[in-house]
């Protein structure tokens, strides 16, 4: 059986690497959160799935996918300064972001669970 840290350390190096070569190449306009989305969902749902034998990613995503759509719905009728560019591209990121707050959520709990 594979252990289950080697996929957030995975990720982590990925991570990290991104950003050190963002750091140098900074010439471009991806951000580094434009390129952590997807591997850092698949590499929690793989997590998930050694950790604790099945994993609840996609059903996650698809929650966030819902609540993404009904922020867009809310944001571009409420508000003109909002256009659906800006709105999907700060998404993404924030899907980034969400991704890494559940694999720390993750790590402590399997950590916590032993």
């Known amino acids: 059986m594979t252990n289950w840290w080697w996929w957030p350390i995975g990720v982590l190096l990925f ?4 950003f050190i070569i963002n750091k140098f190449l900074n010439k471009n306009r991806l951000n580094i959160l434009d390129i952590i989305v997807i591997p850092n ?13 099945l994993s609840y990613i996609w059903w996650l995503l698809l929650a966030w996918l819902i609540v993404g759509l009904l922020l867009a719905g809310w944001l571009m009728s409420n ?3 909002w256009r659906w560019q800006k709105f999907w591209r700060n998404y993404w990121r924030l899907s980034g972001l969400v991704a890494v707050l ?4 993750l790590i402590i709990i399997k950590l916590i669970m032993g």
């Open 41 to 53: 969902w698949i590499g929690l749902h793989y997590t998930m799935g050694y950790a604790f034998g």
């Open 15 to 18: 991570d990290v690497g991104c």
């Open 79 to 81: 508000t003109k300064r």
């Open 102 to 105: 559940l694999f720390i959520f």
